[in-house]
């Protein structure tokens, strides 16, 4: 049974989710990815979320670019955590979808993670779902143990071959 649910409004937001996934994946959390779109077929996407909860999902992650109405209306209808990611648009940079997701009005939040911030929406799913879960909070300690020592390596490098060696990789 899938913990956690990942939609998005277009395929064309797959790089991004799949960033989320990889995650889930890499820290053994279940999850269903899913594209639909809220606007193009309103009747799915509300089955989609009234189905959610019956289906065990503890969290979503709903990614969505321009209007991004996709986060909001899983909030508005899926009792638990909905984490939005705003996608990096055209035309405004997606400084509209950030805007539209993390402007939820009073009683309807999302959790909202930077433009196209699609690992830190699967680290912050990840981090909820260890609160009732110490095996999981575990892992999620390892990653942070794994995430300090690449970066000691990386200055380890950097102090054994200087910047300029360092920047031609």
Do not use: W
């Not at 989609?48 to 065990?56: F, H, I, L, P, T």
């Not at 209007?67 to 508005?76: E, R």
């Not at 009005?105 to 799913?125: C, D, K, M, R």
């Amino acid at each position: 049974m899938a913990k956690v649910g990942i939609v998005m409004g277009s395929d064309s937001d797959m790089p991004i989710m799949a960033k989320a996934a990889d995650i889930l994946e890499e820290l053994g959390i279940s999850y269903e990815m899913t594209i639909i779109s809220a606007h193009r077929e309103p009747d799915v996407f509300f089955s989609y979320a009234k189905s959610a909860e019956e289906k065990g999902f503890k969290v979503i992650i709903a990614g969505a670019g321009m209007a991004a109405h996709l986060p909001g209306m899983c909030a508005a209808i899926f009792p638990m955590p909905v984490i939005g990611i705003p996608m990096h648009t055209t035309s405004l940079g997606g400084r509209d979808s950030l805007y539209s997701i993390v402007q939820m009005p009073s009683g309807i939040p999302v959790a909202t993670v930077a433009i196209n911030g699609g690992a830190n929406a699967g680290l912050l799913a990840a981090r909820i779902l260890a609160t009732s879960d110490e095996e999981l909070l575990g892992r999620l300690k390892q990653y942070s143990e794994k995430m300090k020592e690449q970066v000691m390596e990386k200055d380890a490098r950097l102090q054994k071959v200087g910047y300029q060696e360092y920047t031609k990789k």
